[in-house]
């Protein structure tokens, strides 16, 4: 008989796991890290972000806009009061068909001054009234992203425009007295308003109707080979030369705007914002990331360059906005930065509004370049544009200079024009648009 064994136990030990399941399942737990991090860094961002305290408010006291009490028997105010009472539901489109280059009509026009005269009137006794002291009704309302003002778009696509139809037929009909009385009270009136301060759409609305006077100018220009007096042409070019775009008038309407986003950052965390289908109102929906210190300052640091060079002259503004647009660019041209921040939400408000600031501020230097053609165009032809080249005839004005260089207008006299180089810095020769710089065309006044 067998012996029998005693019982053992036989332990067994796996083989080890081969090389390429080891590396397998490392590059499995990373990849579950790394998905685990991609959910939770964007969590920790808004929970960041949420819980950031805001900063202390900024020291912006000289960036705050003050308004006098000017509006007891103020003519500007109750020409606001007036024109509000006349509201249409649209603007008349005959008015912008007779304007058009090919579609002046004599009759046309006069039947539209005839239909509008009640309107002209009380524009006239506005301008009769003209001074320095106007101010707008609106005042502190003013200052709220929300804020209507219907009036002032009847000003711009109906009275203006009526402004200039009268203009131009009294020009057609060799009434040249009228004609320039009423490019004179256009040109006052906008001027009144620019300084009326106003937040931007008010200084807009000026600023259109200043150039929309020019325009005017060159209508009277091409209507006639005539000689005038001086009686005709002096008031005319001392009217342009003290009615020109005042850089302290933008800075104001700056300040305004400044204010503007303080009091809308305010109504939003408040719950009282409600304007809908608008850009701005969707970057500033998540108000519990919006901090209204933190963008007050980050305004006032984009702000800097351009608000150094309203202090000072027209000619500081054009390098001061390349650096302001090359600020706003490298902003947006790293978007993880950007919204990675304490402040993502009101940096993106800052960035949406800024560029506009910055139009309407390139806007104004073209518009005082073409006032500055047309003054010292005026004051060359005195007698007529026959004796443009007479030297003698330089009484009013010396060389103006151009507001984007600094440097004297340029005056190209085998090519008939006095001109600015406009927004690109760059001399063109000469080769104008009338009104703006566009590409690479200069801004001036030709003959």
């Known amino acids: 008989m067998p012996a029998i064994r005693p019982y053992s136990v036989v332990t067994s030990v796996p083989p080890p796991l081969p090389a390429t399941r080891l590396r397998r399942r490392g590059a499995q737990r990373r990849i579950v890290v790394l998905l685990v991090s991609l959910i939770l860094f964007p969590v920790g961002v808004v929970i960041g972000a949420l819980l950031w305290p805001d900063s202390n408010p900024p020291d912006d006291s000289s960036h705050l806009p003050a308004w006098e009490d ?34 002046w009509d004599s009759v046309q026009a006069k039947e539209l001054l005839e239909e509008h005269r009640e309107v002209l009137e009380e524009f006239d006794v506005l301008a009769a009234n003209f001074d320095s002291t106007w101010q707008w009704q609106a005042r502190h309302s003013m200052a709220h992203m929300d804020h209507a003002a219907p009036h002032l778009s009847f000003f711009t696509n109906t009275i203006v425009p009526l402004v200039r139809i009268r203009s131009q037929y009294y020009a057609q009909t060799e009434e040249w007295e009228l004609c320039r009385d009423s490019i004179i009270s256009l040109l006052e009136v906008s001027h009144g308003m620019t300084r009326a301060k106003g937040s931007l759409i008010y200084y807009m609305t000026a600023l259109t109707a200043y150039r929309s006077s020019l325009r005017s100018l060159r209508f009277l220009k091409d209507s006639t080979n005539s000689d005038f007096s001086d009686e005709i042409w002096q008031p005319l070019i001392e009217v342009l030369v003290n009615t020109e775009p ?27 914002f409600d304007q809908k289908d608008d850009a701005v109102d969707q970057a500033i929906r998540f108000k519990g990331f919006l901090k209204k210190n933190r963008t007050a300052r980050f305004y006032l640091e984009m702000t800097t360059p351009i608000d150094n060079a309203l202090e000072s002259r027209w000619s500081a503004i054009p390098p001061a906005l390349k650096v302001s647009n090359n600020q706003i660019e490298s902003k947006r041209s790293n978007p993880l930065k950007f919204f990675v921040s304490d402040n993502a939400v009101g940096r993106i408000l800052v960035t949406i509004l800024l560029p506009v600031h910055n139009k309407v501020t390139e806007r104004s230097v073209e518009t005082v370049a073409y006032s500055r053609c047309w003054a010292w165009f005026l004051t060359e032809i005195q007698t007529g544009p026959s004796k443009l080249s007479r030297p003698d005839q330089k009484k009013f004005i010396a060389t103006p200079i151009d507001p984007f260089t600094g440097s004297p207008l340029i005056v190209n006299k085998e090519e008939r024009v006095i001109y600015s180089v406009g927004s690109d810095l760059e001399d063109n020769g000469g080769r104008i648009d009338q009104t703006r710089s566009v590409g690479d065309r200069d801004i001036g006044v030709s003959w």
């Open 70 to 103: 000017r509006l007891e028997d103020n003519p500007l105010s109750q020409f606001e009061k007036i024109i509000s009472h006349r509201l249409p539901a649209k603007a008349d489109p005959r008015l912008k068909a007779v304007l058009a280059e090919d579609g």
């Open 246 to 272: 005042k850089t302290e008038d933008l800075r104001f309407t700056f300040k305004v705007e400044y204010l503007t986003i303080l009091n809308t950052i305010d109504e939003v965390k408040s719950g009282h």
